[in-house]
Nanobody, 123 residues
Framework: QVQLVESGGGLVQPGGSLRLSCAAS????????IGWFRQAPGKEREEVSC???????TYADSVKGRFTISRDNAKNTAYLQMTSLKPEDTAVYYC?????????????????WGRGTQVTVSS
């Protein structure tokens, strides 16, 4: 069973950058896709990005060109580099992994979830 722990969140000014990390334990991430999600107060959890086991990537339209997902299988860690942050990026960010290496179409197909890290974009 994969355990996921997010880190790297915090308070940043608009236009700033943060890099989130998703560290896995108990199992290798090598054969799993990794997704990043976020949930703002009063809103549904939405997918931000996904990276497959073969390093294919997908992004939500709202973050294209600003966020970059990556993975380091040797460190068993995935990352979300966020730049040009906006107040509307404020949310709890979660990483998740499905039981397969391809990116699922639905968040309900993700099996393992971290507990999240808070990102606040404010001046």
């Amino acid at each position: 069973q994969v355990q996921l722990v997010e880190s790297g969140g915090g308070l940043v000014q608009p236009g700033g950058s943060l890099r989130l990390s998703c560290a896995a334990s108990r199992a290798s991430l090598r054969y799993h896709a990794i997704g990043w999600f976020r949930q703002a107060p009063g809103k549904e959890r939405e997918e931000v990005s996904c990276i497959s086991g073969s390093d294919g990537t997908t992004y939500a339209d709202s973050v294209k060109g600003r966020f970059t997902i990556s993975r380091d299988n040797a460190k068993n860690t995935a990352y979300l580099q966020m730049t040009s942050l906006k107040p509307e990026d404020t949310a709890v960010y979660y990483c998740a992994a499905p039981l397969r290496s391809s990116c699922p179409k639905s968040r309900h197909d993700y099996t393992y979830w971290g507990r999240g890290t808070q990102v606040t974009v404010s001046s």
